[in-house]
């Protein structure tokens, strides 16, 4: 195997393992924008209330947290005051449905 084959291979192995990482400098560096604050969160029906600071759509990706502990989903769809909307911005308060158990006050990114 010459050094042409192993820079190659150690090529791929590096893209494969920034692609399998839940978090990488790329993402930290720019590829996020903080749009709202958790404000609550409804376990029985599990459901999110976030107060927006910025904007978000139906088919974004959303992450809410820090550090390893941070949660990510694709934002199936949205409501205010019970109304299906397809997005929402700066002082709206949206609740969508979560997988994940989050607290109040965490941060929620938009993933670009």
């Known amino acids: 195997m010459g050094n042409?084959?192993?820079d190659s291979a150690m090529d791929s192995l590096n893209a494969?393992?920034?692609?399998?990482?839940?978090r990488?400098?790329?993402v930290s560096a720019g590829r996020k924008e903080e749009i709202g604050v958790v404000e609550d969160f409804f376990d029985r029906?599990?459901?999110?209330?976030?107060?927006?600071?910025?904007t978000l759509s139906v088919g974004d990706v959303i992450e809410i947290g820090d550090d390893e502990e941070a949660v990510r989903q694709k934002v199936a769809?949205?409501?205010?005051?019970?109304?299906?909307?397809?997005?929402?911005g700066e002082g709206d308060s949206v609740g969508?449905?979560?997988k994940y158990r989050v607290n109040p006050g965490l941060s929620v990114y938009k993933i670009r």
Do not use: Y
Request: charged fraction near 25%.
């Open 96 to 98: 969508i449905k979560l």
């Open 24 to 26: 990488t400098d790329s």
């Open 45 to 54: 029906i599990g459901v999110v209330a976030i107060n927006l600071t910025g």
């Open 77 to 88: 769809s949205m409501q205010i005051n019970r109304e299906n909307v397809e997005s929402a």
């Open 4 to 6: 042409l084959d192993l």
């Open 16 to 22: 494969m393992e920034e692609r399998d990482s839940p």
